[in-house]
């Protein structure tokens, strides 16, 4: 019988999907070891005078959880639900993905709760240095990279590596990645989640049985479903469903991405967006399409809703969207899940050449770095589809045992 309860617990999650993976290729005892739990978990609080005058504490977190590979690397989420269970899986996952994309990097996560719409932007900019303040001692460009993810910009980025300088005097700018052009980020890095998405899709397209032009469902505008909706959109597919937060729209005809987040800018809401049916998230998940893409939260696909999905494809674009429970469902319904370990790489990836630039004095223009990205992750889809197929595993497996044979070799 399917275990249920953990089911919405990430850490657990991505535990699981780790030992399903040597159920199928057995893997070196103590990478199994040392992957069982973080190198080292931090909570920090972060006081922050806020702009009525009174002081307010938040709850900060950075975990280091593996750096076989290199330095510990991964984003920084700013939420109102994140918090360690998360932050833990978040970096876990970090861990397998720079292992999937053969980079010379680590795992790590880091994050505050906080819903940072709530803030001003003193007060956003108080506590993204803040959260420096706290933890500078524990980064450096070969111990721990952190770089932007839900919620956090290179603006955020920009204040945070602008303090790490002030207080340690490093002056590479390679302490942080996901940077603006004009502070030290590298070409394409914004666009490179979407980007590397879409290259990866691209790559296995055709051996998934997927026409050349596709319909295409987005559960999220931020910056990766914003993006992957647009380059979808400009590569000749369909965008037939969008969604924010709140709920979605659908046009069995097509939606103009451009359209419909200009219409989101104004009203803040898709209700209302002409020509489409509105509908819950739940909704959109369940519509027919050729291709599903979750770039939101972890957990929307689960043992509830994989039944109903009628997707040819599912593209993971945000990290843990769908759980085991989940997995084993839709890969007995022949419905492929391209994992989040691959699918979403492209930010890590470009994240890496940004920190290589830095290191080296170098800016690499905009064609070097998407040739790069293209280059590396289609060979990386290409293996993991290739040996799913050999072993007869779904594509999460594959890819795990892909970064397990790789971290064993340096461990
Ligand atoms: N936050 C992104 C991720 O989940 C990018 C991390 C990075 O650039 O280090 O992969």
Do not use: E
């Given at each position: 019988m399917t275990t249920l309860i953990n089911e919405s617990n990430p850490f657990t999650n991505a535990l699981s999907q780790l030992s399903r993976a040597i159920k199928v290729v057995s893997s070196n005892d103590d990478i199994i070891k040392r992957l069982a739990s973080p190198d080292r978990e931090i909570k920090a609080s972060i006081p922050v005078i806020m702009d009525s005058g009174t002081l307010q504490i938040f709850e900060g977190y950075r975990v280091q959880y593996c750096n076989i590979l290199g330095p510990y690397k991964g984003g920084i989420r700013f939420h109102p639900d994140t918090n360690i269970d998360e932050v833990k899986a978040l970096a876990l996952w970090m861990t397998i993905k720079t292992a999937v994309m053969d980079l010379p990097m680590g795992g790590g996560k880091g994050g505050i709760t906080i819903d940072p719409k709530k803030l001003s932007k003193t007060e956003l900019e108080k506590l993204s240095r803040g959260w420096v303040q706290k933890l500078?001692?524990?980064?450096?460009?070969?111990v721990d990279v952190p770089a932007p993810d839900m919620n956090t910009n290179s603006e955020i980025i920009g204040w945070m590596s602008d303090e790490y300088k002030n207080l340690t005097g490093e002056k590479t700018g390679a302490t942080f990645t996901g940077k603006s052009l004009d502070d030290g980020g590298s070409e394409g890095r914004t666009q490179a989640t979407g980007l590397g998405g879409f290259y990866t899709f691209d790559a296995i397209r055709e051996q998934a049985g997927l026409p050349i032009s596709c319909k295409v469902i987005i559960q999220g505008m931020g910056n990766v479903g914003g993006y992957a909706a647009q380059i979808f959109h400009d590569n000749g597919h369909i965008i037939i469903g969008m969604s924010d937060s709140k709920g979605g729209i659908i046009n069995p005809l097509g939606l103009n991405p451009s359209e419909v987040e200009n219409y989101k800018k104004e009203n803040?809401?898709?209700?209302?967006?002409?020509n489409a049916k509105y509908v819950t998230n739940e909704e959109l998940l369940t519509t027919e399409t050729d291709v599903l893409i979750p770039a939101a939260l972890e957990n929307q696909i689960t043992h509830t809703n994989a039944n109903e999905i009628k997707a040819k494809l599912i593209l993971e674009l945000a990290n843990g969207p769908t759980t085991p429970e989940a997995d084993d469902i839709l890969f007995a319904r022949g419905i492929p899940v391209v994992p989040d370990v691959l699918a979403n790489a492209g930010g890590v990836t470009v994240s890496t050449f940004e920190w290589e630039q830095n290191l080296k004095g170098e800016h690499w223009s905009e064609v070097v770095v998407l040739e790069k990205l293209k280059s590396s992750i289609q060979n990386q889809a290409q293996i993991i589809w290739k040996s799913s197929k050999e072993l007869n595993t779904d594509l999460r497996r594959s890819a795990f045992i892909l970064a397990l044979s790789r971290l064993s070799k340096k461990i």
């Open positions: 500078y001692p524990i980064l450096g460009p070969n803040g809401t898709l209700a209302g967006f002409p």
